[in-house]
C-alpha cells in the first residue's frame, strides 16, 4: 500500500457542529473586542496594541472558525486547514491518549504540558464515525496509549 491511499480522513468544523458554543463564543469575543478597542484606542490611543491584542485573541482561535480536514495514511497524519498543510509522520509522535473530543498526538513517550505546542490534536467529527477506527490505527502506529 502507498502512503497516498488514505486508510482513513474526514472533517471538522466546530463552528457549525457546536451551534449555541459558537453563539456564546461569538458574544464573549464581540465583548472582548469592544473592551480592547475602548481600552486602546479610546483611552490609550495605541491602535497597534489593539492589533496586537485582536491577533493574540483571535490566532489561538482559528482552528475552531475553520474547517479541518484529517487524511491517516500508511505513513503519514496529514492535517489541511484552509491554507495550511500539516503532513507529519508517526514516528515523530511518542504517545497518545483521547478525550470525548478528539485523540492528541504527543511527541514524548510519556504525555507533556508541552504536547499542546509540540503534538498534534487530531478533533473527532460532531457524528464521530471515524473515533473507533482512528483509535485503532493510532493504537497500531504509535501505540503507548495513555
Same mark, same amino acid.
Given at each position: 500500500?502507498?502512503?497516498?491511499?488514505?486508510?482513513?480522513?474526514?472533517?471538522? $468544523?466546530?463552528?457549525?457542529?457546536?451551534?449555541?458554543?459558537?453563539?456564546?463564543?461569538?458574544?464573549?469575543?464581540?465583548v472582548i473586542i469592544s473592551i480592547l478597542w475602548i481600552i486602546t @484606542?479610546?483611552? *490609550?490611543?495605541?491602535?497597534?496594541?489593539?492589533?496586537?491584542?485582536?491577533? $493574540?485573541? @483571535?490566532?489561538? !482561535?482559528?482552528?475552531?472558525?475553520?474547517?479541518?480536514?484529517?487524511?491517516?495514511?500508511?505513513?503519514?497524519?496529514?492535517?489541511?486547514?484552509? $491554507?495550511?498543510?500539516i503532513e507529519r509522520r508517526y514516528s515523530d509522535f511518542g504517545c497518545?491518549?483521547?478525550?470525548?473530543?478528539?485523540?492528541?498526538?504527543?511527541? $514524548?513517550?510519556?504525555?507533556? *504540558?508541552?504536547?499542546?505546542?509540540?503534538?498534534?490534536?487530531?478533533?473527532?467529527?460532531?457524528?464521530?464515525?471515524?473515533?473507533?477506527?482512528? !483509535?485503532?490505527?493510532?493504537?497500531?502506529?504509535?501505540?503507548?496509549?495513555?
Open positions: 500500500m502507498s502512503n497516498k491511499e488514505p486508510l482513513l480522513e474526514w472533517e471538522s $468544523f466546530p463552528l457549525i457542529e457546536n451551534t449555541l458554543r459558537s453563539i456564546l463564543l461569538v458574544m464573549v469575543l464581540v @484606542i479610546k483611552i *490609550w490611543e495605541m491602535p497597534l496594541l489593539y492589533l496586537l491584542g485582536l491577533l $493574540f485573541l @483571535i490566532l489561538p !482561535l482559528l482552528p475552531y472558525f475553520i474547517p479541518t480536514r484529517y487524511i491517516l495514511c500508511e505513513y503519514t497524519i496529514t492535517v489541511i486547514y484552509l $491554507f495550511i498543510k497518545h491518549y483521547a478525550d470525548k473530543k478528539g485523540v492528541m498526538l504527543g511527541t $514524548f513517550k510519556m504525555p507533556r *504540558w508541552l504536547d499542546g505546542y509540540r503534538g498534534q490534536s487530531l478533533r473527532f467529527s460532531k457524528d464521530k464515525k471515524e473515533k473507533d477506527r482512528l !483509535l485503532r490505527i493510532i493504537e497500531d502506529k504509535i501505540g503507548n496509549r495513555y
